[in-house]
């Protein structure tokens, strides 16, 4: 397959606003839009196409990595779609693509339907904000946004650590060190132990995946740092606990105790179907981390942690199904869609007849 029918195919993709492009081997080129895949009216890719296709797209070192793993995440800069994040993955011993585009401009804060207190959270001077929610759900323009809030308005040094980079910031006010694994550093973890030395403000961890990582996030963020992170977590509470989940004994109280008292605040989030299916929204849960949710986190109550979100609209904290009744209200989305999406559907009022 030559290069020129996937910039072809990158150059659709822009043209239909698609998110995603599936390049899955006895399948025509998918699209990814507004959350649904469209199949494009093409032969269905071969093997060989595909193994072209990866080859062309890597320089040694990744197809070394690739080889080795069967799995690899790079991010290219396209002169028709811009920045592409490519996932490369193996099936039946021959290499696959998904390529993700990350878009060329930050959305506004009402476009990305973010609440005002997300921008508070960003303008701590301390302490862990965490983004959470499935795959495709956004964490990562989230994420952009918030450093671009600090970028905009707060004279510091951010480093972020990012597998792959995404989105390329520009100096404002700040200076921005964006470091790519397998490119800028050698792996996730050293990168972020590193980064404690290169005397940063604000530290942007891709993802929380392991003890090692929360570990030392939480570490950076009790010791005067702003820690963003993401990780996948449908709500709240289950985000606390896989955090908790990954310690054990002696460990898991010192992470619970680190934990109260780093915690800033926590927006859970899923981008749903539009009533009109023109589009996504956002739905979303939010955790504020004032005196009663820290003795939740310190007593491990968490199970405790929906009635505190209930309770807590005073400091503007929300609750996913309140979100998704007002978003209901509001005709943004279905019936239909908000009781799929509700963790007690009986919240939600019902249809008039």
Not at 57 to 69: A, G, H, S
Not at 144 to 172: A, M
Not at 237 to 243: G, K, M, Q, V
Request: neutral net charge; proline residues 4%; charged residues 25%.
């Amino acid at each position: 397959m030559s290069t020129e029918y996937l910039d072809r195919f990158l150059a659709v993709a822009k043209d239909f606003e698609a998110s995603d492009l599936h390049l899955v081997v006895g399948v025509p080129p998918a699209f990814r839009v507004n959350g649904e895949i469209i199949i494009a009216n093409e032969d269905a890719l071969t093997e060989d196409q595909l193994t072209t296709m990866a080859n062309s797209l890597l320089n040694e070192q990744q197809q070394r990595k690739f080889d080795q793993d069967w799995e690899l995440c790079i991010s290219l800069l396209h002169p028709v779609a811009g920045r592409v994040r490519v996932t490369f993955y193996r099936r039946n011993g021959h290499p696959e693509l998904s390529l993700r585009f990350c878009g060329e401009r930050i959305a506004k804060r009402a476009e990305l339907g973010l609440p005002v207190r997300i921008e508070e959270l960003a303008r701590k001077p301390n302490g862990l904000v965490l983004i959470t929610g499935p795959t495709g759900a956004g964490k990562k323009t989230r994420h952009i946004y918030l450093v671009y809030v600090i970028n905009s308005e707060r004279r510091c040094k951010i480093v972020t650590i990012e597998d792959p980079i995404e989105f390329v910031h520009e100096n404002k006010r700040a200076i921005v060190v964006q470091q790519e694994v397998l490119t800028d550093v050698r792996s996730f973890n050293r990168a972020l132990v590193h980064v404690l030395r290169q005397d940063p403000d604000v530290i942007v961890v891709g993802e929380m995946r392991d003890y090692e990582a929360i570990s030392t996030a939480l570490t950076a963020a009790e010791t005067g740092h702003l820690v963003l992170a993401t990780m996948h977590s449908p709500n709240v509470a289950l985000a606390l606990e896989r955090i908790i989940g990954v310690f054990e004994g002696s460990a898991q109280r010192q992470i619970i105790l680190q934990l109260s008292n780093a915690l800033q605040g926590i927006i859970a989030q899923d981008l749903l179907p539009a009533t009109d299916r023109s589009r996504r929204v956002l739905a979303y849960e939010l955790l504020i981390a004032n005196g009663a949710v820290r003795n939740l986190i310190r007593e491990n109550q968490l199970h405790q942690m929906e009635n505190t979100l209930q309770t807590g609209r005073k400091d503007g904290m929300v609750l996913m199904d309140n979100c998704l009744y007002d978003l209901y209200c509001k005709c943004l989305i279905s019936y239909d869609t908000a009781v799929s999406r509700a963790r007690h559907p009986d919240r939600i009022i019902p249809q008039k007849s």
